[in-house]
């Protein structure tokens, strides 16, 4: 059984920082790209980020590029992300999401599984 479970959300001033953690099991972890995708309050979906199999490639949403880092430890089968000068704009639920595909490089993805999701707040 697939699950993905995150952790490491919560309260945080805006210009603080923050480091999500994806636990994940019941799959070949090492094979497949891994992304975050978060929903803020009353709104859609928005992928944030994604890594590759191997974690030596990372792609990011414009909202969040040279702010977050995603990062990934195949040996423990888990996916982080720092936030770093979070806004308040960033406050969401994130999620944790395995795609479908294992290919790199495909402009969009077909996810899944998801996590439970994690709350994080910006504000002061």
Do not use: H
């Not at 891994?34 to 980020?49: D, H, I, N, Y």
């Not at 949403?61 to 979070?86: G, P």
């Not at 806004?87 to 993805?109: F, I, L, M, N, Q």
Request: proline share 4%; net charge positive.
């Amino acid at each position: 059984e697939v699950q993905l479970v995150e952790s490491g959300g919560g309260l945080v001033q805006p210009g603080g920082s923050l480091r999500l953690s994806c636990a994940a099991s019941g799959f070949t972890f090492s094979s497949y790209p891994m992304s975050w995708v978060r929903q803020a309050p009353g709104k859609g979906l928005e992928w944030v980020s994604i890594i590759n199999s191997g974690g030596g490639t990372t792609k990011y949403a414009d909202s969040v590029k040279a702010r977050f880092t995603l990062s990934r430890d195949n040996a423990k089968n888990t996916l982080y992300l720092q936030m770093n000068s979070l806004k308040p704009k960033d406050t969401a639920v994130y999620y944790c999401t395995k795609p479908r595909e294992t290919d790199w490089g495909k402009s969009s993805y077909d996810y899944d599984y998801w996590g439970q999701g994690t709350q994080v707040t910006v504000s002061s």
